[in-house]
T-cell receptor, first 111, second 115 residues
Framework: GQQLNQSPQSMFIQEGEDVSMNCTSS?????WLWYKQDPGEGPVLLIA?????ELTSNGRLTAQFGITRKDSFLNISASIPSDVGIYFC???????????FGTGTRLKVLA | GAGVSQSPSNKVTEKGKDVELRCDPI?????LYWYRQSLGQGLEFLIY????????KSGLPSDRFSAERTGGSVSTLTIQRTQQEDSAVYLC?????????????FGPGTRLTVT
C-alpha cells in the first residue's frame, strides 16, 4: 500500500533555532497538508500545498511541495516555546480523496 | 465561524458496551471524515462521507464499527461490543469539497477508554 515516511520522529532544539522536517511518499501526491497537534487537541491546519514546486509561508512557517510530487518539507524559523507539539504531514494521492498521514514529528523546544 | 465540534470529549466505557460518538462538521462542508489515533501514532482513516454519495467504509476495522450521517450534516460513529483495543482518540474532520481546495479541518476529538 501507499506509504508516507515522516522524519525526524522527534527533535529537541534550542529556542531561536530553525527547524526542518520532511515527508516522502512512495507515490505521487496532488495535495500536501501540514498540521500541528497540541496535547488533547485535534490537528490544526498550518499550510496547504497544491502545486509541485509551490512554496508557501505562514508566519515563521514555510512549506514546499516537492517538484517530484513525492515529498514535502516544513521549516520553522526562529523557534519559540509555543512551537512545541506534534507536526503531521498529510498527502492526497492522485485519483483519491483520502489523505495519508505521516506518523508525526514531535518537537520540543528548550528555552 | 464555528469549527468542527465533537462530543463527548471523553468517554470511559466497559468492555462489551456500545458507544456513540458525535461529530458536527463546519456548516456547508460536504465532506466528512472519521479517523482513529492511537497513543503516539498517526491518523488511521476509518470512513468518508461526501454529500449524498454512498460512504467509503473501507477503513472500518471490523463490523462492530459503523457510522451514519444524517441530513448531510451531523455524523455518528458507533462502536458495538467495545474491546480494549478500541481505546483511542477518535477524530472527525470536514472539508468544503472532495477535490482541491480540500483542506480538512479537525474537531478536538473524543478520547475513548475501554476498561
Amino acid at each position: 500500500g501507499q506509504q508516507l515516511n515522516q522524519s525526524p520522529q522527534s527533535m529537541f532544539i534550542q529556542e531561536g533555532e530553525d527547524v526542518s522536517m520532511n515527508c516522502t511518499s512512495s507515490s505521487i501526491f496532488n495535495t500536501w497538508l501540514w498540521y500541528k497537534q497540541d496535547p488533547g487537541e485535534g490537528p490544526v491546519l498550518l499550510i496547504a500545498l497544491y502545486k509541485a514546486g509551490e512554496l508557501t509561508s505562514n508566519g515563521r512557517l514555510t512549506a514546499q511541495f516537492g517538484i517530484t510530487r513525492k515529498d514535502s518539507f516544513l521549516n520553522i524559523s526562529a523557534s519559540i516555546p509555543s512551537d512545541v507539539g506534534i507536526y503531521f504531514c498529510a498527502g492526497r494521492p492522485t485519483g483519491t480523496y483520502k489523505y495519508i498521514f505521516g506518523t508525526g514529528t514531535r518537537l520540543k523546544v528548550l528555552a | 465561524g464555528a469549527g468542527v465540534s465533537q462530543s463527548p470529549s471523553n468517554k470511559v466505557t466497559e468492555k462489551g458496551k456500545d458507544v456513540e460518538l458525535r461529530c458536527d462538521p463546519i456548516s456547508g462542508h460536504t465532506a466528512l471524515y472519521w479517523y482513529r489515533q492511537s497513543l503516539g501514532q498517526g491518523l488511521e482513516f476509518l470512513i468518508y462521507f461526501q454529500g449524498n454519495s454512498a460512504p467509503d467504509k473501507s477503513g472500518l476495522p471490523s463490523d462492530r464499527f459503523s457510522a451514519e450521517r444524517t441530513g448531510g450534516s451531523v455524523s455518528t460513529l458507533t462502536i458495538q461490543r467495545t474491546q480494549q483495543e478500541d481505546s483511542a482518540v477518535y477524530l472527525c474532520a470536514s472539508s468544503l469539497a472532495s477535490g482541491p481546495p480540500d483542506e480538512q479541518y479537525f474537531g478536538p476529538g473524543t478520547r475513548l477508554t475501554v476498561t
